[in-house]
């Protein structure tokens, strides 16, 4: 993984690099950094490439990495599949092997499309004169763009400094990849740049319009595609609805269990752990890590998503290495009594963190919560004993990372504002700022009632989204059910994986990559994503069912295939709430309020 910079411009233009930028950059990219300017066919355009490099595969590769013909590549992604990388080598250098043997854009699109995992890149074709750039279908990786003074400024992350028009960034739109035409940049004295679009009915391509004015964009004339990794979703419905309980109906864990075990879905479930299996087992593969520490991480709510990924990673992480489950939760105002919910005679208690088992397994009983026993740290907790069950000779780093309202303001100030940018609203600041510090790692692991202070070193981290955009995990996805039947839900599926670039991604792997980490999502693997788009919407989930059920049925029913208990109907709880960042500081605001902490700092 690394962070990368591109500024590309007429030679008169101003150059202007900024050194909290660059500080950002190599945050990303501790192991290599380097800059290299390239030289244009011509006098008229100037074009500097910088990189700052995290080793996590073959050998180390400095970048920018500039071939025998004068090519030069920036690469942020991983190969995890589709172009062959030998265990020894650098998928970097493969990357640029490739693309320095394609003489034609359509050859340049396909040794693109031809990858599976994650990319954002730059790349100076010097042959033709031009560059390329861009980010994969889904936008796993971070890539801003800015435009001013006939200038394109490209870069992973950026930074709010005074007196800066931070506000102009924007976030490359994953819509396909884009050309500029060099000769035409020193001609013209601006930035017109080619679109090759992604060849999938799910990928917003046509508003042009919405891309910055200062750069002209347009679809390439050619007609060229990318052609999409995952094949389109299914839309069929199903010829009559079936009969379910009344989704509404408060019931008990094991009432749940119960309605979750007349619908298992065995041959489907099975189906998706082995391909499910198969993307942990690339995202798992890391550097190393120090003796008796951990190369791999997952963010750790106790969830079905985040169980899932651990019981996977328990499959292919060498027996003798620990797994760090990340679990952060920002401090209560006051500590509360765990009383058991009230309910109404005859309709048991929905699960939830009052009924979330004990350490031993038990139910809690009444007790005073300490102050950071949020609703995530309880169900952590209970999924920690759920894996001591299915592996105890696995050791399993519980990380309990406690963030109270002073440091969360601090780094916010510092750190984190910077990484969410441009994005700006309340929700953004709430889970950019709970994804930065379970990222972090810093926290406490209790070892036979003992805490010790621990900090994570595994650059590897393993995160569920793409889960609940896939499985109808949203709450949004059940009133959308509700109010327009599978049709209405099948639209906003459909949605989710189109706009998932924009709304997550780019900020997680930002806020990530802050600590010298790489985020790895196996639930948007290209397999998995097809695997599931094939199935009908009724084979994934039924939300005429109760929560804890409905959503996400398919991967429930793995769930319990997997051997996992209570957790398979654990209702969806958003981080920002499960952790109680969102209750921290100002409880009137919307989600999609504009955040005026990311602005001020």
Known sequence: MCGIFCQLGPSAAPSERDREVRERLRRRGPDSSRDVSVPGTHSGYRCLLSAHVLHMRGLLTPQPLQDAAGNVLV???????GLPVDPEENDTAVVSRRLGSCRTASEVLAVL???????????????????????????RRSLLWRFGAGTLTLTSVAAQTPGSDWWDWQ??????????????LAGAGSVSMELFPWDHPSVPTASLESFPSDGRTFMNQDGLVLSSPVR?????????????????????????????????????????IRVLSEAVRRRVQAP??????????????????????????DRHVPAQQPVDLLNVAF???????NKPKKRNAGAPAAPGPAAAPGPAGAPAASRTLGPFDVPDRLTGRAGLEELRRLNPDRRWNFVEINVTQEELQQMRRERIRHLVLPLDSVLDDSIGCAVW?????????????????????????????????QLAGYSRHRVRFKTSGH?????????????????????????????????RFPYLDEDVVSYLNALPVWEKADLSLPRGVGEKLLLRSAAKQLGLGQSAVLPKRAMQFGSRVAKMEDRREKASDQCRRLLTG
């Open 331 to 337: 401090k209560l105002q006051e500590p509360k009594i």
């Open 113 to 139: 499309a031809a990858v599976r995992g994650p990319w954002a890149f730059a790349y100076h074709q010097r042959a033709a004169d031009c560059l390329w750039f861009g980010r994969d279908f889904f936008g």
């Open 288 to 313: 190393p890590a120090p003796d008796g520490a951990a190369a791999v991480a997952v963010l750790f709510s106790g969830g079905i998503d985040s169980m899932i990924l651990a019981a996977l990673a």
């Open 232 to 272: 389109p979703l299914n839309a069929s419905l199903p010829a009559a609805p079936g009969a379910g309980v009344p989704p509404e109906s408060r019931l008990s864990v094991g009432e749940l269990e119960e309605l979750l075990a007349g619908r298992q879905r065995p041959e489907e479930g099975a189906r998706l």
């Open 75 to 81: 690469w942020n992604g991983e190969v995890f599949a």
């Open 437 to 469: 510090f379970a990222a972090r790692g810093a926290g406490v692991v209790t070892e036979d009632g003992v805490p010790t202070a621990f900090t994570s070193s595994a650059k590897v981290v393993l995160t569920g989204i793409g889960a609940d955009e």
């Open 487 to 519: 049709r209405g839900l099948l639209e906003e599926l459909s949605m989710e994986l189109g706009r998932i670039s924009s709304r997550n991604l780019g900020r997680d792997d930002r806020v990530i990559a802050d600590h010298g980490k790489e985020a």
């Open 171 to 184: 976030e490359v739109p994953a819509a396909g990849v884009f050309r500029v035409h060099l000769k035409e």
